[in-house]
């Protein structure tokens, strides 16, 4: 196996995608010649051609508009918007279109295309590029929600994405597209879509997160261990369908629970699972379910930005909160 960062790992699962199913297409701005923003799709469109890695127009409706009436005519579109921020243009495509076309037409039509977007804060970047939108995207139902958190479960949650058969929204946290290596098989594996990974095992209390602030997570595990505090971390990877068994069986070992994520506080997923932890696990709690978040204000330039993201530091004083409960 080879070191790779998430970059690599989904240039190499997108080249493995294109290699093995001819109904696969790429779709974005600036992605063919130059290899997307962040070079994620760098080399391919000199591999496979400009009729199947297609620099589009600057028109998000376009790109994701083009891409259902691809998916449900047969094709596996997979489409890429610059950043997160640059979503909503192509907002009642999603709603109005690719997430109801199964209800709509009582099976007859699938809509199996995934759209890809860099998300979340941490690189200093601008206006509409730092959001994070993952709750408004699990709430419209017929629709996928995939964060990966490491260069291992981007290519195999992508790879399994490719032969899904409803819309994928994969979000993918910018901040660690190069802050992390880590051992990738080069052969094409699948991980699967819907199922939580149990990243660090423990019995104190469950920490869960997803995307970037997995990195800070495990971060705070490891000191917490210092102070003998045995966090276990539960990476959720897909927002929705959302493993409730794994974290539920988690919260009813330990007894307490931290949710971390970087998305506003107010309606943010993670109050999403403190609800399902409190309808499930009420009589095992120890103590409050604690949420480590971003706040409910705009993202904010990069002079605030670390001042916004939950840090080691926040999320271990709310452990210290639950464990002195």
Aim: proline fraction near 6%; charged fraction near 25%.
């Amino acid at each position: 196996m080879t070191k790779r960062n998430m970059v690599e790992a989904l240039n190499q699962a997108l080249d493995q995608a294109l290699a093995r199913d001819e109904r696969i297409l790429l779709l974005g701005e600036d992605i063919g010649k130059d290899g997307g923003v962040f070079r994620v799709t760098d080399g391919l469109q000199k591999k496979y051609g400009p009729e199947r890695v297609v620099d589009t127009p600057l028109s998000e409706s376009g790109i994701v508009g083009t891409s259902i009436g691809l998916a449900i005519n047969g094709m596996r579109p997979i489409a890429e918007i610059q950043f997160d921020g640059f979503i909503p243009p192509a907002w009642d495509q999603l709603v109005s279109h690719a997430s109801r076309i199964r209800n709509r037409s009582r099976g007859r039509f699938t809509c199996p295309m995934i759209v890809r977007a860099p998300y979340g804060g941490g690189i200093r970047a601008l206006e509409h590029h730092a959001e994070s939108m993952e709750a408004v995207y699990a709430h419209t139902q017929g629709l996928t929600v995939v964060i990966p958190s490491n260069p291992l479960n981007a290519k195999g949650l992508l790879l399994s994405a490719t032969k899904y058969p409803d819309p994928v929204m994969f979000l993918e946290p910018k901040k660690v597209y190069r802050a992390i290596k880590m051992e990738v098989p080069e052969e094409e594996y699948f991980t699967p879509i819907g199922k939580a990974d149990i990243a660090r095992e423990g019995v104190d209390v469950t920490l869960i997160s997803w995307g970037a602030m997995m990195k800070d997570t495990l971060e705070a595990a490891s000191k917490l261990a210092e102070a003998n505090v045995n966090a276990e971390v539960i990476d959720v990877r897909t927002i929705q369908p959302l493993d409730e068994e794994t974290i539920i069986k988690s919260v009813q070992k330990t007894g307490r629970a931290v949710i971390v994520h970087e998305a506003p506080r107010s309606g943010g997923w993670g109050a999403e699972i403190a609800a399902r932890i409190q309808e499930h696990c009420l009589l095992n709690l120890k103590a409050p379910v604690q949420r480590v978040t971003g706040f409910d204000v705009p993202f904010p330039y990069f002079k605030l930005e670390f001042d916004y993201l939950p840090s080691v530091e926040r999320i271990m004083a709310s452990v210290d909160e639950v464990m002195r409960f």
